[in-house]
Each structure stands twice: as structure tokens, then as C-alpha cells.
């Protein structure tokens, strides 16, 4: 390790930097997308944000929940980014009541789940092995 | 850290991520660091009518433990030092395994 050139070291602690303290959206593993400020970060990208709000998208319409203060493991961070606020009230999408949302939400789901259950039931009808393992694809 | 220094000459220069949650993002290369983790600035998503909630992002820092694939400009890499300098570190594991057996 004596050689190693600490000037020119990049470090996640140098690469966050600039995001502090300003809106950003953050993407989990799970599919969530969180808006909220960034007011803390280390090394792994553990991150706190706050005012977070949880946005749900489903085709051309997002629904709102408020979460506040969000303490993110950096292990679930799949990536953040600064939004431009103008270019997001430019989007053709429609806000919608979150309940309406919501509902929106697990109809996608369900079909989803159906469409899967038909395909798995296909794949055996012709001698494929279709142990099912629940995976988020990471 | 072989990776890290080569993804470090390939700042400024286009670069596609593709993450394992099937997304990828077009951009220009602005920092790596020694997790991988990387910023790309001025970002395309490829298919963005599928992910509505990255339209209004223009630049954006992906944890290096969700990438999956990078892809780089050919012309940007230099294949023979590339090669070299992979050769080199190998020998100077080896060299450094020997010493501490020592």
C-alpha cells in the first residue's frame, strides 16, 4: 500500500459532496423512489435525507406519500441524482390521489403476478423445472 | 485497483451503464471512485418512456455495487498497456506474496 497516490484518490466521501443539501431523487434496490434533501452521507453511501416524500409511478401518473427524515442503508442505494425542477413540471404525467395510486399500484402487481403464473405454468406443461425464487434481479 | 486507474483515463468520455435492474443510462463519464462508484453527467436513459421518474435528472451518481455492465468507447482504450500494466500488477502480487512467505 506505500504507493498508493492519495492525492489524486477519488472517494465516495469526495463524490457526494456536491449532491449535499440539495433535492434529489434517490433510487432504491426495491423499486422505490424517494425525493428528499440530502443532509448527510459516508463511505458506503449510507445516506439521511429529509422532507422525503415516496414517489409512485404507474404508466403516465405518480402518487405522493409523505415519509420525512429517511435514514437509507447504502447497501440499497441503487443510484441518486439531482432533479431539475423545471424539467419535472414539463413531464406529461398527471398526480393522482395516492389511495388511487395505490389501488393502481396492486392491480399492476396482480396482473403481473398472473401473467407469471400462466408462463410458469407453460414452461411446465413442457418438462421445465419451475422452482419458483423470488428475486429483485441484484 | 488495476480497474479503478483504467475507468479513471476514461473520465470526460461516453460511456453507457447498464444496471442489473435492466435500466441504462448514457452519459458523460465525470468521476470514479475505489467502489466503482461512478457520475455521469448530461444523462440519456435508453427506453425512458419506461422510467418516467429519471427524465427530469441530468446527472446522477450510481452505486458501483448495482452496475452491471459499462460500455466504453473502443478507440479510448489502450489495449497493449492495458495489457501491460495487468501483467505488471500480477508480478508485483506475486513478488509481494513471496516477501511475506519470507
Request: one cysteine or more.
Amino acid at each position: 500500500m506505500n504507493n498508493l497516490n492519495l492525492e489524486n484518490f477519488f472517494t465516495t466521501g469526495q463524490s457526494l459532496q456536491p449532491y449535499l443539501d440539495k433535492d434529489l431523487l434517490v433510487v432504491l434496490r426495491d423499486g422505490r423512489k424517494l425525493l428528499g434533501i440530502l443532509r448527510s452521507y459516508d463511505q458506503f453511501a449510507n445516506l439521511v435525507l429529509q422532507d422525503t416524500i415516496e414517489r409512485i409511478y404507474v404508466n403516465n401518473s405518480f402518487g405522493d406519500i409523505e415519509r420525512g427524515i429517511y435514514i437509507v442503508r447504502g447497501e440499497n442505494v441503487v443510484l441518486l441524482g439531482e432533479v431539475d425542477k423545471d424539467a419535472e413540471d414539463d413531464l406529461d404525467l398527471q398526480e393522482l390521489p395516492i389511495e388511487q395510486i395505490l389501488q393502481m399500484q396492486k392491480e399492476e402487481a396482480d396482473e403481473k403476478a398472473r401473467k407469471e403464473k400462466i408462463r410458469l405454468q407453460l414452461l411446465h406443461k413442457q418438462g421445465f423445472s419451475v422452482d419458483f425464487v423470488e428475486t429483485d434481479m441484484y | 485497483m488495476l480497474f479503478y486507474s483504467f475507468f479513471k483515463t476514461l473520465v470526460g468520455k461516453q460511456v453507457t451503464v447498464e444496471l442489473k435492474n435492466d435500466l441504462a443510462i448514457q452519459g458523460t463519464l465525470i468521476s470514479v471512485d475505489q467502489f466503482l462508484n461512478i457520475k455521469i453527467d448530461k444523462i440519456k436513459v435508453i427506453d425512458e418512456e419506461r422510467y418516467p421518474h429519471m427524465i427530469p435528472v441530468k446527472n446522477c451518481f450510481i452505486r458501483g455495487s448495482v452496475v452491471r455492465y459499462i460500455q466504453i468507447p473502443p478507440e479510448e482504450v489502450d489495449k497493449p498497456l492495458l495489457q501491460d500494466a495487468t501483467r505488471r500488477e500480477a508480478q508485483q502480487q506475486q513478488h509481494q506474496a513471496q516477501i511475506a512467505k519470507a
